[in-house]
């Protein structure tokens, strides 16, 4: 079930997207888009249990790849889900799934998750592999400022950015 509001003023006056991601669908339901999350930099395919990890963002246009500036802050969380598109909150032990704080403010087109670090392995999931979800919510702060290189970004305007079948092994070896 989505959380976006299905329609908004703004929504009919902007070139909108779809989602072409499948899980992302799935998880957030038909929604239309005019910015995405995206990495920034390379993020690796195989994490280890108990091993701290960071993810870097920054948004960008969702039509020509462009960063874009925003003055408000919009607050993005991450989660976790396997390929069925359910979403993995804990360990068979009933503890957080991930370890370490896991929303952050995307301000001036960038946010971080630092510190972070997986409690379990993914081998008893789907196809042995999870996927991470970093996705716009709501936020309570107003943006009330005005300025010729930043905007007010609407939150629901931000597709969500899912990397897909991230490997979480057993503690590296050394």
């Known amino acids: 079930m989505s959380t976006f509001p ?16 499948k899980l992302t669908h ?8 005019k ?8 993020f690796p395919d195989i994490l280890y249990k108990e091993r701290n990890f ?5 948004l960008v246009d969702a039509a020509d790849g462009k960063e874009k500036l925003n003055g408000n802050i919009v607050n993005v969380c991450l989660g976790l889900c396997d390929d069925n598109g359910d979403w993995i909150h804990e360990t068979k032990e009933g503890q957080a799934f991930l370890k370490g ?13 630092v510190k972070m ?15 991470l979800v970093v996705y716009p919510k709501p936020t309570v702060l107003r ?18 950015l899912t990397i897909h079948n991230i490997c979480i092994k057993a503690k590296k070896r050394e």
């Open 6 to 21: 299905s329609k908004t003023p703004e929504k009919d006056e902007q070139n909108l997207f779809e989602t072409t991601d």
């Open 35 to 42: 910015y995405k999350l995206a990495l920034d930099g390379s």
């Open 26 to 33: 799935r998880l957030f339901g038909s929604c239309s888009y």
């Open 101 to 113: 704080k896991i929303e952050a403010e995307l301000y001036h087109g960038s946010a971080s998750f």
């Open 143 to 160: 943006y009330s400022g005005e300025s010729s290189i930043e905007e007010r970004i609407d939150y629901s305007l931000i597709e969500p």
């Open 54 to 58: 960071s993810l870097s963002l920054r």
């Open 117 to 131: 670090a997986a409690r379990d392995v993914s081998r008893n999931f789907v196809n042995k592999t999870v996927n």
